[in-house]
């Protein structure tokens, strides 16, 4: 039930058991799902496939008998259980990467933008420099999950695993090689302004001791600007390289 579970919200199957072993379909429907396991996911790819590509599933009521086999079953719960849940996961990079970033990287921006400007007082608790580097590290992680759902999406359209999707392709189309380039170029050379004030201020103290909860507060952001600039340029390099592939 909770592998069925997981399975209907990720990919919206209408199917309330992805394990039982009664299947019937047509052999025009097998080839188009395209199967590929090897192991007991198998049953669970069946469903995904045929879900994905919007293929008609019914399910009719059976009776079940109690198993009259004299050998012990050759089902291991966790084992098996790992097959499929691992199965869902790679074939939804929404769920593993896409939602999970795009968390990651709101939550980052907005309390690294608030930390920014000063510390941050919840109760007994102060936030300050330190938390402002932890959300400079959650900023970076979301970001790079969620270009991960996007190389996965494109990879898997490519393979034939996931049907092609509109919207995907019209972030394709204005997401240009030239476009990634000048978005990070930009995002690179704020960060590097940033960096270089902070620098200068080192410089009018004549290279001596800073204030760390000051300096920090340009350094940190700075840092993380220049690598999320960085990011988008090579990723926008890499796109283009499943472009190839996918054109």
């Known amino acids: 039930p909770a592998l069925t579970t997981i399975g209907r919200l990720f990919f919206r199957a209408p199917a309330r058991d992805f394990h039982c072993g009664l299947r019937g379909f047509t052999r025009d429907a097998y080839e188009r799902m395209s199967l590929r396991t090897t192991g007991m996911e198998f049953a669970s790819e069946m469903v995904i496939k045929a879900s994905l590509k919007s293929m ?4 009719v009521p059976i009776v079940l008998h109690r198993d009259g086999r004299s050998r012990p079953p050759h089902l291991r719960s966790w084992r098996d259980g790992w097959r499929h849940l691992r199965f869902m996961l790679l074939l939804s990079p929404r769920w593993l990467f896409f939602y999970p970033g795009l968390v990651l990287f709101v939550a980052g921006l907005v309390f690294g933008g608030m930390l920014t400007f000063g510390p941050i007082t919840i109760g007994n608790a102060v936030l300050d420099i330190h938390s402002l580097l932890f959300s400079g590290f959650v900023t970076l992680l979301g970001y790079q999950l969620v270009i991960f759902a996007i190389f996965t999406k494109i990879f898997a359209i490519t393979q034939g695993l996931h049907p092609p999707n509109t919207a995907l392709h019209s972030f394709a189309r204005y997401s240009t090689l030239e476009a990634g380039l000048v978005f ?4 690179f050379l704020a960060g590097f302004a940033l960096f270089a004030s902070a620098a200068w201020s080192w410089r009018e103290v004549a ?5 760390p909860r000051e300096t920090m507060r340009q ?3 700075a840092v993380v600007m220049m690598t999320l600039g960085a990011q988008t340029i090579f990723s926008s390099f890499f796109l283009s390289i499943l472009g190839l592939f996918r054109k």
């Open 184 to 187: 990070g170029g930009i995002v």
């Open 56 to 59: 008609r599933i019914a399910e």
């Open 219 to 221: 350094v940190i952001p």
């Open 207 to 211: 290279f001596g001791a800073l204030n």
